[in-house]
């Protein structure tokens, strides 16, 4: 084993150890601290995966977060009030089933994913940042103006969804469905780097005009790149509505882009880990900080901007000596 | 095989008011090496970047092995087999120079929509790499990263991806840029021997290298070939001698 992928499943071990001695101790919101930082997680592991290893700075993907949330909140409130989701052209149901709202949820985030990227893709550089923030953004608004889900107001669930054979109220078993997930997630995106598309897609970042050369289309490697990167975020998304039984436009603003941006950035960009990292030491200001004062983010603006200076490896890097991937 | 590989005809491209490709007409025949010279500005890049597909063309016709290639886009192009090097060398920094090759493998097989088996451990990528490299003049230098070769290896790597692209033909711009003189004779030596795997059209500035390897030459000033022969009639041509070569020639 490298002494990257040492590094990587220790941070993976050390979350579940935490959540292991908290279980012992009872200490249950320490459980909802580190599901909610293993969500943020995985919506950073989709991030990475474009902005890591395909050098493109998406700030939008709280759309796909978002998106991902409200499938989940929408579906769970037409459960419980029995009214259909959709009539025309069939009729659809809600649902309050982790295993049909999942992949909804990675469905419509990766059909937005791939909208958003066929236009974005078509600029580069800051006008992609932009582009991709205006689409974000255009969610946002029509979700604030859209009364049917709560507007500007949000959506609240009150029952978890369910999971069959397990207790999703329960915080440790709705922790493992996480952090399972969490762990596929890492899992398929250490493969998707190393793969014959990682390749191309690291290429194209490093030598687009090598990549022609060589008879690879930079276009749809960054749109395939960019559609599973939604997808991953999406289900992050609806994990997140579900712990919170409460989804809002919150969720779709570009605060929230930038927040998994810190998340990758923190932890290091382009690390397999490095989300997983970066939300966990997030959570951990935001809890250790925010007690303190309520500007706990201007120190966490400092911190970033050392780690940016200093540490472009993130926290990732810094364990690895400063070393290479 | 017969007729050309590359037949260049009429080929037109301004840039506003400059025209940097100014209805040329070219060719390149089987297992030849044909030089294109000419001073800076000329339209040399432009002339590659056009037939690559990199740029559009105002007006003209390009077909490669018989076949109409003006509406296929560039990396279209390189899989049927025109296999580029770069005048400055791109070659993805981080990755090693088999990694660079195993790439442009990967790239001239169309199959990089794979996704979960790693790529690095594929043999049907590894070993025509290691071949390619070691043809090329780079066998030991395998898991060294691009960005920390030497110059002249980095230009070794370029042969080596643009030969791992099955090429039925080279564009070669400036290969023997920024070479000291042992490195560009070694090179030109690959070069010479490069031209029975596929005809070479070679853009080049150093003038001993050209008439060393060049089987033809065209000149091309202000964007027009002023003349084609062999290095013995170009050599000899009064008005290439007065608008490039120089009297010294």
Known sequence: MSRAAIIDAGLFATLIAVVLVAQ????PFVITLATKAAIFALAGVGLNLVLGYGGLVSFGHAAFFGIGGYVAGILASHA?????????PFTMQGSNEMLAIWPMA???????????GALSLRTSGVYFIMVTLAFAQMLYYF???????????????????TFPGLNT??????????????????????????????????AARAAPGRAVAVGIRPFGIRLTAFVISGMITGLAGALYADLNRFVSPTMLSWHMSGEIMVFVILGGIGRLAGPLAGAGAYILLEH?????????????????LVIVLFAPGGIVGMLNGGRGR | MSGPILEVEGLQKSFGALKATDEVTLDLRPGEIHALIGPNGAGKSTLIKLITGEIAADA???RFEGQAIDTVDAAGRARLGLARSFQVSQLVP??????????AVQGASGESFRFLRPALADPALIEPAAFHLAHAGLAGRERVAAAALSHGERRRLEIAMALAMRPRAFLLDEPMAGMGADGARDLTALLSDLRAEAPILLVEHDMDAVFALADRVSVLVYGRVIATGSVAEIRADPEVRRSYLGEQA
């Open chain 1, 80 to 88: 419980m009030s029995g009214q259909p989701v959709a009539t025309f």
């Open chain 1, 106 to 116: 990675m469905l419509l985030a990766g059909l937005a994913a791939l909208a958003i």
């Open chain 2, 60 to 62: 003209g016709r390009i």
């Open chain 1, 24 to 27: 012992a101790a009872g200490e």
């Open chain 2, 94 to 103: 981080d990755f090693t120079a088999l990694e660079n090759v195993m790439l």
């Open chain 1, 169 to 202: 109220f329960d915080p440790i078993q709705f922790f493992a469905i996480v952090a399972v997930l969490l762990g596929l997630g890492l899992l398929l995106s250490a493969l998707i780097v190393r793969s014959r598309f990682g390749l191309a897609l690291r």
């Open chain 1, 288 to 304: 250790l900080l925010g007690g303190v004062s309520e500007y706990w983010q201007a120190l966490l603006g400092l911190l970033l």
């Open chain 1, 143 to 161: 979700a604030i103006s859209w009364p049917a889900y709560g507007g500007e107001d949000g959506l609240s669930f009150y029952v978890r969804n």
